[in-house]
């Protein structure tokens, strides 16, 4: 009897919380949108560049059609509400907990300009783009959450008339 007591005691307590990152965007068949490396749009997590801070934390996450709200798990590691998360990246802020999914730097994949003197005509943006054969676009939304490269991390750039991003280092 003491084993099956010890036993069902490791499996309660040796499994993890779900990571909330590992929620993704999935197209009407359920599939998730992934780029060309594997990696995923998560739902529930806000998109950064690779230096986003580490929280490395259980989180209660209550969860709706509108995204996330999450908060830090009580003293006990219980959620008064919500379910319980784990979030590797992110921070607190006056609203929340905010879990950060990281994306590899559009100019650490050398990808970046030089910013020219004068900002040319078009959007700015700060965000993540789809890269493939060396021309980046923004990721919006369905359909254009599908990749056929991968995604990066813009943190400084412009979407030109033609749809294409250029990042400035």
Do not use: K
Not at 24 to 31: C, E
Not at 78 to 84: A, E, L, V
């Amino acid at each position: 009897m003491l084993p099956v007591i010890l036993s069902t005691l490791l499996s309660n307590f040796a499994t993890s919380d779900p990571n909330l990152c590992d929620l993704l965007h999935a197209d009407a068949s359920g599939a998730p949108y992934l780029d060309s490396t594997g990696q995923g749009l998560a739902r529930y997590c806000a998109w950064t560049g690779p230096e986003a801070p580490v929280l490395d934390a259980n989180l209660c996450c209550d969860i709706d059609v509108d995204g996330a709200a999450c908060t830090a798990a009580d003293h006990t590691g219980r959620c008064r509400s919500g379910t319980r998360f784990y979030c590797e990246y992110g921070e607190a802020t006056a609203a929340g907990v905010i879990c950060y999914q990281p994306f590899p730097s559009m100019c650490d994949a050398g990808l970046c300009v030089a910013p020219p003197d004068v900002p040319p005509p078009g959007l700015a943006i700060d965000g993540l783009v789809c890269c493939a054969g060396g021309v980046c676009v923004p990721v919006g939304g369905d359909p254009e959450w599908e990749c056929p490269g991968q995604y990066l991390a813009c943190p400084y750039g412009i979407q030109n008339a033609d749809g294409t991003v250029e990042c400035y280092t």
